[in-house]
């Protein structure tokens, strides 16, 4: 059992404020990812987590005891870096035994082999324990160096972009085993990342931060279609979320550079708003449907087939509108299409207030 | 003719074949990715067609002539790096005039030049900038700026966006793409991204091990691949694979331990003098369904907000992704459905994919 709750965390680096007022909780058991761009804080945190940095002010509890003046080593978490550290000179077996050899643990031998074996079955790593690390691939000296992390153990792992030294198709593998390894462990996964589409696929729930602050916190699908504000509506999502200038009047939305206009009443989540005379309309490549009957026109300006499904670029007047639609359809550059908005899905932000105009 | 061609080139570091038997044939305008996992030789192939390395064995033409032996700056080609390597003490205009002054055009000319390219990258407000003060998606169009400014024969880029963090690496891709639409410039595009592949390519060179594994359209590589190896390369996830031995009775196939299917598609498997085979399918071609044939246990769902993407586990441990569009989620144990049509079979020992003409034959 292990849960975690950062409370008003502040933390500067000389002049630096790598954190301010930060609080999040991560639940028993959850894999929670900590997404943000580089420099959000999202390493200071986890090393504030771990005990391996002291915070200038706020609370850490693990299970709701606090860990002010609690060494690093008393806290039963595990930490895995983004680069594996294996002893070169050691076995497979012996890089992951190591822990419980050292004097904190001086565990039996016998005892040591039981839990060696089971961790390796669940990393499917059983066939490499007599091997160097040097022998091994990316994947597997990673796997190597949680089965080191996991051989204690703990309840809380703690996990800072464990797969981005990996290539990408060893990642989407990573992906799978991460996932299931958690499912199987029962432990609490506190796992940080900038790369969106491992946070979405990994993570039970998502927790948002930027320049310090944790900005949303909620299931994938939930940060994807409800961003609360402009920073989660463009961070997550690939291609980038299309954002278009409105402009409101009377009981009219204006698309000022497209030249169209759609009554307000087409937005049941606008009803009963209070708007801004401007707004940003945020709509998903998918979110966007080329259909002959489609009330904006525009012309093709690139294709990109990605196999699975086409990225189209459409330029209106003055903008270039992403778009994602199936393989099967076929459309070349220069050609005239008519374009319309899935309006239930549609997003709406303040461009003063950079919040969404949906709480 | 052709503007580049590559004739049985071979290229060793000691003991070691980096590259082996390379023959490429690329027209006017064409834009060529060579795609493939690190150490497959990509970049030893580009640096050859660059002469920035001397092949072992093979000749390389530019223009129907002999380059071979040609120095670098020799062959009017241009190198766009990796990391871009601009000059720090210099302005952005003296950076792409660079190439210019080497060459003694005259100001005026020089001028005109670098102001066509920079109208077109966009980037004229960044003339007077030094490098250190640029974005690094601007350090990019400049380093591309100072390869066009020459109007080189051939253009050859090594992964010129990995350096980038994934939203610019995006933006790019098109922007490349559209340029390249604009400029219709014969390129030659080195990278390990499949999607970068993909989204740019007239034509995808698969390397793997120093050999050409398949030279093809994006469809061709992504729906036609030639064997197993480019079929798990391309697409995110990779194709999925079922073996397959054929028990001798009608079309029954036997798959896992102990599972059976049968299909009237699989009857041309019949004909073949093998009995071990391999499915593939994408993971779109895959379908969730009550109706469908093979069982598997849901082990993990990957929501990206307008679809998920599952992994099933089928009888003896093979893992299957699938994609799917619904907004529903499930779980637990579930069928799944093929779509035959858009299936490949592998031959089990030499893992190569059985042709259409094979199958109609």
């Not at chain 2, 030789?41 to 129907?64: C, N, S, Y």
């Not at chain 2, 030659?188 to 060179?205: K, L, P």
């Amino acid at each position: 059992m292990a849960d975690v709750r950062l409370e008003n965390i502040v933390k500067y680096f000389g002049r630096l404020c790598a954190l301010r007022e930060m609080s999040l909780q991560v639940r028993d058991g959850e894999f929670l990812i900590l997404l943000g761009p580089t420099g959000a804080g999202k390493t200071t945190t986890l090393r504030i987590v771990s005990g391996l940095e002291i915070p200038d002010r706020g609370e850490i509890y693990i299970n709701k005891q606090s860990m002010k003046g609690v060494q690093p080593r008393d806290r039963n978490c595990a930490f895995v870096f983004q680069t594996y550290v294996l002893y070169p000179h050691m076995s497979v077996y012996d890089n992951i035994a190591f822990p419980l050899r050292s004097k904190v643990w001086k565990m039996d031998e016998n005892d040591i082999a039981q839990r060696i074996d089971r961790i390796t079955s669940i990393l499917k790593i059983t066939h490499l324990l007599k091997r160097k690390p040097a022998t091994l691939s990316g994947g597997e000296q990673q796997r190597v160096a949680l089965g080191r992390a996991m051989v204690r153990e703990p309840q809380l792992f703690l996990m800072d972009e464990p797969l981005s030294n990996l290539d990408a198709k060893l990642r989407e593998g990573m992906r799978v085993e991460l996932k299931s390894i958690h499912k199987k462990l029962g432990a609490t996964f506190f796992f940080v990342t900038h790369d969106h589409v491992e946070a979405m696929t990994l993570g039970d729930r998502i927790a948002v931060l930027n320049q310090g602050s944790i900005i949303q916190v909620g299931a994938p699908e939930e940060i994807y279609s409800y961003p609360s504000s402009l920073f989660v509506a463009k961070f997550v999502g690939n291609p980038e979320i299309n954002l278009i200038k409105c402009e409101v009047d009377n009981n009219s939305l204006q698309l000022k550079n497209i030249g169209v206009s759609f009554p307000i009443t087409l937005f049941p989540q606008l009803k009963n708003k209070n708007l801004p005379q401007q707004i940003l309309l945020g709509l998903r490549p998918e979110e966007i449907i080329l259909t002959p009957r489609g009330s904006m026109k525009g012309e093709i300006y690139l294709v990109e087939d990605l196999g699975v499904d086409k990225i189209i670029r459409v330029k209106m007047n003055g903008m270039v509108l992403r778009i994602r639609i199936a393989c099967e359809e076929y459309f070349h550059v220069g050609e005239t299409v008519m374009l319309d908005v899935d309006t239930t899905k549609a997003k709406f932000f303040d461009p003063i207030t950079e919040k969404s105009l949906e709480r | 003719m052709e503007k580049v061609k590559v004739d049985n080139l071979y290229k060793s570091f000691g003991e070691v074949e980096a590259v082996k038997h390379i023959n490429l044939s690329i027209e006017e305008g064409q834009f060529v990715v060579i795609l493939g996992p690190s150490g497959c030789g990509k970049t030893t192939t580009l640096r050859m067609i660059a002469g920035l390395e001397q092949p072992t064995a093979g000749d390389i033409f530019v223009e129907g002539k002999k380059v071979t032996h040609l120095h670098a700056s020799k062959r009017d080609i241009a190198f766009v790096f990796q990391s871009f390597a601009l000059y720090p003490h210099m302005t952005v205009y003296q950076n792409i005039s660079f190439p210019l002054e080497a060459q003694r055009l005259s100001r005026p000319e020089i001028k005109e030049r670098v102001m066509n390219v920079v109208e077109f990258l966009g980037i004229e407000p960044l003339l007077s900038l030094k490098p250190k003060q640029l974005s690094s998606g601007d350090m990019q169009k400049v380093a591309l700026g100072r390869a066009m400014v020459r109007r080189p024969k051939v253009f050859l880029m090594d992964e010129p966006l990995s350096g980038l963090d994934a939203k610019l690496r995006e933006e790019m891709r098109a922007e490349l793409k559209r340029l390249h639409i604009e400029i219709n410039a014969t390129t030659i595009y080195v990278t390990h991204d499949q999607i970068e592949a993909m989204s740019m390519a007239d034509t995808i060179v698969v390397m793997n091990d120093g050999v050409i594994q398949q030279i093809g359209s994006p469809q061709q590589v992504y729906m036609e691949p030639e064997n197993i190896f480019v079929a798990n390369f391309i697409g995110s996830p990779g194709m999925n694979f079922l073996p397959l031995v054929y028990t001798g009775k009608n079309t029954l196939f036997r798959y896992g331990p102990d599972q059976e299917f049968s299909h009237p598609q699989l009857s041309f498997l019949t004909q073949i003098d093998q009995k071990e085979f391999i499915l593939g399918i994408r993971p779109e071609y895959v379908q969730i369904s009550p109706s469908g044939l093979m069982n598997g246990e849901i082990i993990s769902v990957e929501p990206l907000g307008y679809k998920n993407v599952y992994a099933v586990e089928l009888p003896g441990g093979i893992r299957f992704m699938v994609e799917d569009m619904r907004t529903e989620k499930y779980s637990g144990q579930v069928k799944l459905q093929i779509n035959w049509k858009k299936a490949c079979f592998f031959t089990k020992n030499d893992e190569l994919r059985i042709k259409w003409s094979q199958k109609n034959g």
